[in-house]
């Protein structure tokens, strides 16, 4: 069996947590949410392309490092 791997910090019992609130987010309440996540200051929102997923995930872990 392969063994499952999670991010830094990350681990089964967190995702489950994570997962538990977003399943009882109401459909309201998981519109408001992603909203105020768009209005966040110093945030953007943008889509990209698929492929360059990881190396973006790169850059910013990098960058949190700096």
């Known amino acids: 069996m392969k063994k499952s791997r999670f991010p830094q910090g ?4 967190r995702v489950k947590r994570v ?9 309201e ?21 698929t492929e360059l997923v990881p190396t973006v ?3 910013i872990s990098k960058h949190k490092a700096a």
């Open 57 to 59: 995930r790169e850059l």
């Open 10 to 13: 990350w681990n089964s019992e």
């Open 29 to 49: 309440e998981a519109v408001a949410e992603d909203e105020a996540a768009s209005e966040a200051p110093g945030q953007t929102v943008m889509g990209i392309p």
């Open 19 to 27: 997962l538990d609130y977003y399943e009882s987010l109401s459909e």
